[in-house]
Every structure is written in C-alpha cells, then in structure tokens.
C-alpha cells in the first residue's frame, strides 16, 4: 500500500516518498527468493512472504509511473560513514532530499562549492582545474559551516536538538556544477577523463576539509563524541591520507560529519549552473514556476537554455547548442544509465553521508530499466537511488519543450502473498493467499483463506473473479456462477 501510494495522484501529491531496502532483500531480489515480512503488537502477529523479486517490481512500476518512491540502500548508509563504528549511531531515515542520514534529533547544515568556477582556460585544450584556490575554498567553508553551529544552534526548537549539534557538530560540504566543469575541461560527462578528474577533487575535498576541522579542534575542542580509535578504524577512514589520519589522531575532529552532496536546486539555477552532481537535464528545456500566493495559485512555464554549453557554442563558433559535438551534448536523457552510477559511485566513495540524486530518463525507459538501475545503484554501493521519467503521469518542474501525455506506460504487475495472522488473545491462526492487482488507483487486494489444489496440491489463488491455482501446468479453477 505504501509503495504503490503515490500512484492515485490524489493522495500524496505534494511529498515525495522512499522505502528502504537492505542487502538480504537485494539478495533475494538477485536469486529470485522468498522475503518474509514481519509485524508485530501486543495483540497480533501478521507474517507475510512474497517473491523479493515481484515486490521489487511493484516499486519500479510505481516509481516508473509517477517517479515515486525512491530507494535507499540502509546498509549501505549505515556501513560506510564515518562513525560506523559508533555503537549509539544507526541511521533509520533521512533528510526529506536524501543526502543527510540523521539520528534522531540531527540537522542538515549544509553548504555547496560551484566546481565549474576553477576551471582556468576554460573550453581550450591547456584547460585545468585550479586545486590551490579550491582548496582555500574548502578551507573557508568548512569553518564556515562550523561557525554557523555555533550561530544557530541555540535556534533549534527543541533542547534534544540543541544537544545533539552540541555533541556531534555536523556539516555538509557539497559540490554542483559538475556538467558546466566538464564542458569547461572539455571532458564528456562520465567519460573515462571526467570519472578520473572527480576522483581527484573529491579525494582533495574530504582531506582538507578533514585537515581543516581537524586543525579547529585543535584551536578550540574535538567534537565531545570524538573517538579516534572509532573513526580511524571506519572502513571509510580509508580515504584519508596519512597526513589526515595524523592529524586526526594528534587533535581530533571538531566535527562528526563533513561532506553531504544535496540537489542545490535552487542555489544552482541562480548560478546558472547544472545541480549537484547530475548531468544537464536538457540542454533546453520548460521549467515550471509555480506562485506561492495562496490566491492567485498562478503558474508561469519558462524556456531555459544552459549557459555553458551556450558559451560553449559560441567559444566553438556554432550557431546553437544543437550543433555542439556530440561529447558536449551529454544529458540525462542520452546518459547509460551505468555510466551516471560509475559517477556517482565515485563522488561516493569520498561522501561520509549521502548523495541526493536522480536518474532522469527519457519516456521510453521501460520498468524493467528502474529495477536495473536498482540493482546496479546497489552494486556500486550507492546509498539511495531516485528515478524520474519524462512525460510520466506525475509531470516534473522539469520537462521537455514539448508536454505531452506518457507514450510509454508500463503494464502493473500481479504480486502474490501468502499471509498468517494470529490472534494473540484468542491464540488463532488464519492464512490467506492474497493476490493484489496494481492499477492508477493503487493495490486492489484479493485475498481468500488458504487453499490447496485438489489436482496438483499447489496454492489456490483469485484472479478475475475467479479460484485457480497458481501452478500454471495445471487447469484446475472454480468460479461464481
């Protein structure tokens, strides 16, 4: 019910929904196994089991219809930060965008670095990325964003909040730009130059900004939760130089917590600049501005055009960005989908938190599409994936010049569950197949108690009005009259 609420536009039209998944249920999703679903009060137990794999369906086909919901992969956020192996740390959840896995009571306090900006001789074959200005950058705002703690933290509504950023003092040093940065480079996005460029900044990023609360604990305190033993025997302690780990074992860390990548959609589009670390999502394209006065509700579509790749063209002495070669036309759209997560894999592997993201697909991404790019998003380690098609029922504020209705629906999927229900109190077992049929409106269940074949001995389940066994070598069915 949950997975599929998005479906009914009606519903939950102005929040965006995730569930999470962890490494047992990609496993049994890979070997096609049974997943056993568990839920318990003090009154009754509902056990429920069901393909892995038919489960995993039902959520790309919602997703594929109205891009809801995202994916994130617990394991992977709660094994590679960090804090690790801090027993009283375990991420449950996270901030509406993604990028912040929080313990309770923790804050997002965020800030972004323009990477596009530090490329010198821009478009020309002796262009390069200027590391000693960015490494003054990083140095600034991560103390930056460290005294902003100190500036808002008496802010937070509530005392457990207050003591948290007291105890942890978090900050999310993040990145955008990366598409107008590879145009710049003349790299193509995700290409095998581009991949090793971020790689090096993202190596550089992490242990300055390591080495930089490093040095401020020094002047003033670590964090008071500060465990070097912990942190440096993290699995993701392995990023850090040995000058880093020095430093850190020698003054501490005056922070928990130090890059967090978010969409920085706003701040990005008045840079004029590609968001986070997604490719352009067209090179033209329709944006919708929707009014926030409750009366007028007004709504303006406008044409936006990429300033790089503009510049570009005319560096190039094109006519239009169409006529840019085709390693300088890369889009979300054109991108393999392998390609984008090779990227942001990379981008991860420096990220003790998380990444927000989207997989933007063209309208003829099929479900089977999603669920690949679930599966593989969790192969590379990626701690959550996000998938939007266009044209799909639920429009973006993104779009195509030209909105139309989805060319390319996918077929809902049947799921199938055997379920057990105990009645504590009264110490009764009941079991049900129960077959749910997908459809716009969401899960329409149809559940019967438990039957056994008369002709085969498999399970007895209801379609179309109909009993027949789920065993399709066999013809037995009873229906209404």
């Not at 990145?175 to 995700?190: E, H, I, S």
């Not at 501490?252 to 840079?271: D, E, K, M, Q, Y």
């Not at 002495?317 to 090779?342: G, I, Y």
Request: aromatic content about 8%; some cysteine; overall charge negative.
């Amino acid at each position: 019910d949950f997975a599929t609420s998005k479906l009914d536009l009606e519903k939950i039209n102005g929040a965006n929904i995730s569930v999470s998944l962890g490494d047992e249920f990609m496993q049994a999703v890979e070997k096609d196994k049974d997943w056993d679903l568990h839920f318990e009060t003090p009154h009754e137990v509902i056990m429920k089991t069901v393909k892995a794999r038919e489960l995993l369906d039902v959520i790309s086909y919602s997703a594929h219809t109205v891009g809801d919901p995202g994916v994130v992969f617990m394991d992977n956020m709660n094994n590679y930060h960090m804090l690790s192996e801090y027993d009283e740390v375990n991420f449950t959840a996270t901030n509406p965008c993604g990028e912040q896995p929080l313990m309770a009571n923790g804050s997002c306090n965020l800030g972004s670095i323009n990477l596009s900006a530090f490329v010198r001789n821009p478009f020309e074959d002796n262009a390069y990325f200027d590391y000693n200005r960015f490494t003054d950058v990083v140095k600034e705002m991560t103390l930056g964003l460290d005294d902003m703690l100190d500036i808002l933290g008496d802010r937070h509504a509530l005392e457990a909040q207050r003591q948290h950023v007291t105890d942890w003092r978090e900050i999310g040093l993040g990145v955008m730009g990366l598409a107008d940065f590879a145009l710049k480079m003349k790299n193509a996005y995700g290409s095998k130059q581009f991949i090793k460029n971020i790689d090096s900044i993202m190596k550089e990023m992490i242990n300055i900004s390591a080495q930089t609360s490093a040095l401020r604990a020094k002047e003033t305190e670590p964090f008071p939760k500060f465990d070097a033993d912990k942190i440096l025997s993290s699995s993701f302690s392995n990023v850090f130089t040995k000058q880093t780990r020095d430093m850190i074992r020698k003054y501490g860390l005056r922070n928990s917590r130090l890059l967090s990548i978010a969409p920085t959609g706003s701040i990005s589009n008045v840079l004029g600049i590609s968001g986070g670390v997604e490719p352009f999502y067209m090179l033209g394209y329709n944006r919708e501005i929707k009014s926030v006065d409750m009366v007028s509700d007004e709504t303006k579509i406008i044409t936006v055009f990429e300033k790089t790749p503009k510049a570009l063209a005319k560096h190039m002495n094109v006519d239009h960005v169409d006529d840019l070669p085709d390693w300088a036309k890369v889009t979300s759209a054109n991108l393999e989908f392998r390609d984008r997560a090779k990227v942001q894999s990379t981008i991860q592997k420096y990220v003790d938190t998380a990444i927000s993201s989207t997989f933007n697909l063209s309208n003829d991404a099929s479900v089977k599409d999603i669920t690949d790019i679930y599966v593989t998003a969790w192969k590379h380690s990626l701690k959550g994936a996000t998938v939007f098609r266009n044209n799909c029922a639920k429009i973006g504020i993104l779009t195509g010049k030209d909105k139309d209705k989805d060319r390319n629906p996918g077929t809902p999927p049947s799921i199938t569950l055997e379920e057990k229900w105990l009645n504590k109190k009264e110490n009764t077992l009941k079991e049900y197949v129960n077959t749910l049929e997908i459809s716009m409106s969401g899960a329409k269940s149809n559940k019967i108690e438990k039957e056994t074949c008369p002709v085969c001995g498999d399970i007895l389940v209801k379609q179309s009005g109909c009993t027949k066994c789920r065993n399709p070598e066999c013809v037995y069915e009873k229906c209404a009259i």
